[in-house]
């Protein structure tokens, strides 16, 4: 479904920075979504594999095809997005976006130590979340609130952009909102 353009609207809209951690297999079939993240300076790209395998269940070989080839996707796509800068006279907006991705989160936060000392001879360091921003039940407005509490300084919160949860496009701005209110 590409991602809840209302979440990404809102962030943008209210100049909220955010990293998406995008699967290379996502991101080939959804070219123009991946492009217009990586297109906004609010926004950064990680890689979250190829297929959001669970790392923690593959040999060096496999992990190495799920970061590769999504670190590979991302550089096609950036080279396109550079040629449509290109013919639109806009190179220099082209200096914000990475050459590569930089970070990488683990597909539902599984590992092993191998997979993590893989990552680090590549110089991908692993970000994970110390908030779960979707987490538990009750309304948006309860579980935005919950998870507004949890923050600290320095703290990620995990929050999808898809259709899964369901409710992260409606909990997105009530947190927002809350946390700017602290």
Known sequence: TGYRAEIVNF???RGVAA???AGGKWMRTHPDKTMQLMADPLFELGNHSWTHANLALMDEKE????VLWTQGQYEILREKLALLAESR???AQMSHVPESMAVFRL???RNSAATLDYLARMGLPVVQWDVLGEGGAGSAREVALRAAKEVRLGSIVLMHANAVPKLTHEIVPIFV???RRQ
């Open 107 to 109: 597909p539902y936060g």
């Open 63 to 66: 992990t190495r095809e799920q």
């Open 19 to 21: 990293t998406f951690f």
């Open 177 to 179: 909102d809350e946390l």
């Open 89 to 91: 006279g806009l190179e």
């Open 11 to 13: 962030l943008r809209g």
